[in-house]
């Protein structure tokens, strides 16, 4: 017998750009669905600001992040890591459990275990690991277990290249985001103060742009014209119910054409 996983939807990354980033369009079409739809950073992308203190780019990144994730009527919570300098530590693992299980999460969408920036590879290991015990009552935090392991997935950075310039798995499936491409676009829009960074840092004058071309990139893969690619965790310590791949059918692409 299948089983139902709450249709809670948690994106849960590093920054506070990156489930607009990767993940915007599918959480798009899930809320279309039903789904209540939960944003989550580790950090405030304390470091991703221009001529300002750590503490008020966190500030201003923060309510970047929640008039975003208010596209969506989406919850935003940033857990107190910092950018540039997140560890993995018990502290951190204690907090995601907390929150999925506040939230009472049914579907965790992370970054990918070999993603290119140190802070997601950190963030993927301990949402990993965090998902992995949610439903266990021997976890010291206050909330209630999960009634069950939320399933697991994997959003994309830019490319599909490990951080040594390898080619990972390919995507388990591609979503058809181009009804959820204005949405997305509204999204990333609140992120203002990351068009400024991009300039400074990589002298690139549409970071936004280049984020849509790499939806475009994917979605000429896949045979339409914007796309996101995910993978489920199917390693071990999960279930494997393609739980977001039904609920998404009519937009989903198994194969690169
Ligand atoms: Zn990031």
């Known amino acids: 017998m299948s089983k139902e996983f709450n249709k809670v939807a948690l994106s849960f990354h590093a920054h506070p750009d990156d489930a607009e980033a990767w993940n915007a369009g599918v959480l798009k079409l899930l809320k279309d669905k039903g789904y209540k739809i939960v944003i989550a950073s580790m950090t405030a992308g304390d470091l991703g600001g221009c001529n300002m203190t750590m503490k008020e780019t966190a500030k201003l990144r923060i309510e970047e992040a929640k008039k975003a994730a208010s596209v969506l009527d989406a919850e935003y919570y940033m857990l ?5 300098f997140l560890f993995d530590t018990k502290e951190l693992r204690l907090k995601a459990i907390s929150l999925m299980r506040k939230v009472r999460a049914g579907v965790i969408f992370t970054h990918l275990p070999s993603d290119y920036h140190s802070d997601h590879r950190t963030t993927a290991n301990i ?4 998902a992995m015990v949610s439903s266990l009552d021997t976890v010291p935090v206050k909330e209630k277990p ?24 390919p995507p388990h499936f591609f979503v058809d985001i181009k009804t959820a491409i204005e949405t997305k676009k509204k999204m990333l829009g609140y992120h203002i103060s990351q068009i400024e960074l991009m300039k400074h840092m990589h002298k690139m004058n549409d970071f936004f742009g280049y984020v849509l071309e790499g939806n475009r990139n994917y979605g000429k893969m896949a045979g339409v014209e914007y796309a996101e690619v995910y993978w489920q965790h199917l390693g071990g310590g999960f279930q494997k119910e393609p739980q977001v791949q039904n609920d998404l059918s009519e937009f989903l692409i198994n194969k690169m054409s």
Not at 80 to 84: A, E, L, N, P
Not at 164 to 169: A, E, F, H, N, R
């Open 146 to 169: 999960l009634e069950i392991t939320p399933l697991l997935y994997h959003t994309s950075p830019l490319t599909l290249s490990d951080p040594l310039g390898s080619q990972i798995v």
């Open 80 to 84: 107190g890591g910092t950018d540039g």
């Open 127 to 130: 949402v990993e690991t965090a």
